[in-house]
């Protein structure tokens, strides 16, 4: 089966860095995704990662350890924009559905 | 920049009735999705569609839900008697080839609806 699992919500201030952890367990590997989701709109792509280690694009960064079915989103510079659900979510198979977590809703404050 | 278009975006409608939500996907896409999320809850599968049949779905797929891609662009979803817990919002998405590098669905902006 599948089961991912996100903290359910964290805090932090504007212009500092967070890390929001996911932790998989899958039947077969096929990558993992990071969304962002802002409330009431839909998920945006922000990160793909199939090989282990640091992905990097732009102030956000993603992270997989494939043999501890972990991966990590980092925020850097943080915006009050980035306030915002991270969703994390993995291929059930080669060509199919994506699971979702239950999301990390990230609060910004100034 | 392509992107998936959903109609409309927000649909109220009674217990018992029909409702059809419409998605165009990204043209040159293969699979389609039908995802739904429940307000605060997390985003779950529905059914996948390619090559004009369904590929897969879910649990909550029954016998009350169909899709359907009735010409070349539109990708439709139909609940044919509508419950109270259909109350969600549904989110299309598409997939160029699904297992190449670089992948990732594209999701539309999502309709919600509201079932009295």
């Known amino acids: 089966g599948q089961n991912i699992d996100q903290p359910t919500e964290m805090t932090a201030t504007e212009g500092a860095i967070v890390q929001i952890n996911c932790t998989y367990q899958?039947?077969?590997?096929?990558?993992l995704f990071w969304y962002q989701q802002h409330a009431g709109e839909a998920p945006t792509f922000l990160s793909y990662?199939?090989?282990?280690g640091l992905e990097e694009k732009g102030r956000f960064s993603s992270f997989l350890s494939r043999s501890k079915g972990y991966s990590y989103l980092l925020l850097k510079e943080l915006q009050m924009k980035d306030s915002a659900s991270y969703l994390c979510?993995?291929?059930?198979?080669?060509?199919?559905?994506?699971?979702f977590g239950q999301g990390t809703e990230l609060s910004v404050k100034p | 920049e392509p992107e998936v278009t959903q109609t409309p975006s927000h649909q109220v409608t009674q217990m018992g009735q029909e409702v059809i939500l419409r998605c165009v996907p990204i043209?040159?896409?293969?699979?389609f999705y039908w995802y739904r999320q429940i307000l605060g809850q997390k985003v779950e599968f529905l059914v996948s569609?390619?090559?004009?049949?369904?590929?897969?779905k879910s649990e909550i797929f029954d016998d009350q839900f169909s899709v359907e891609r009735p010409d070349g662009s539109n990708f439709t979803l139909k609940i044919r008697s509508t419950k109270l817990e259909d109350s969600a919002m549904y989110f299309c998405?598409?997939?160029?080839?699904?297992?190449?590098?670089?992948?990732?669905?594209?999701f539309g902006p999502g309709t919600r609806l509201t079932v009295t």
């Open positions: 998405a598409s997939e160029p080839v699904p297992g190449t590098s670089g992948r990732e669905q594209y």
């Open positions: 990662n199939v090989l282990d």
């Open positions: 979510a993995a291929p059930y198979n080669q060509g199919g559905k994506l699971i």
């Open positions: 569609f390619y090559n004009n049949e369904i590929s897969e």
């Open positions: 899958t039947s077969g590997f096929n990558g």
């Open positions: 043209s040159n896409h293969l699979y």
